[in-house]
């Protein structure tokens, strides 16, 4: 499986901006898709997840109710729709695919190579 991520950019607080990863590769039909962000000096942290069959999502806690991620099975990507953008959003985005549903970057065997969104206060 290879993650190719776009649509990174600069965007104002409160903004919105839309992140897309295309997936190549062999069937990912049992896989969980998920986006995962690095800040300046943070650690990777989960951002949301939603499984490809299924269609569901899941969110981290800091962008619930701001963030929409959703699978498009005829352009076989995954979207991340970014609203309300804060500075503390600012990080490089990437794309991952797992075999099990996991919040877990450790548990994520397939990455994409980031793409850098940037918040503007």
């Known amino acids: 499986v290879q993650l190719q991520a776009s649509g990174g950019g600069l965007v104002q607080a409160g903004g919105s901006l839309r992140l897309s990863c295309a997936v190549f590769?062999?069937?990912?039909?049992?896989?969980?898709l998920a986006w995962f962000r690095q800040g300046p000096g943070k650690e990777r942290e989960f951002v949301a997840a939603?499984?490809?069959?299924?269609?569901?999502?899941y969110y981290g806690d800091s962008v619930k109710g701001r963030f929409t991620i959703s699978v498009d099975k005829v352009k076989n990507a995954v979207n991340l729709q970014m609203s309300n953008l804060r500075a503390e959003d600012t990080a490089v985005y990437y794309c991952?695919?797992?075999?099990?549903?996991?919040?877990?970057?450790?548990?994520?065997?397939?990455w994409g190579q980031g793409t850098l969104v940037t918040v503007s206060s």
């Open positions: 991952a695919a797992s075999n099990q549903g996991s919040i877990s970057h450790a548990n994520y065997n397939f």
């Open positions: 939603v499984g490809w069959l299924t269609g569901a999502p």
């Open positions: 590769g062999r069937t990912i039909s049992g896989n969980t």
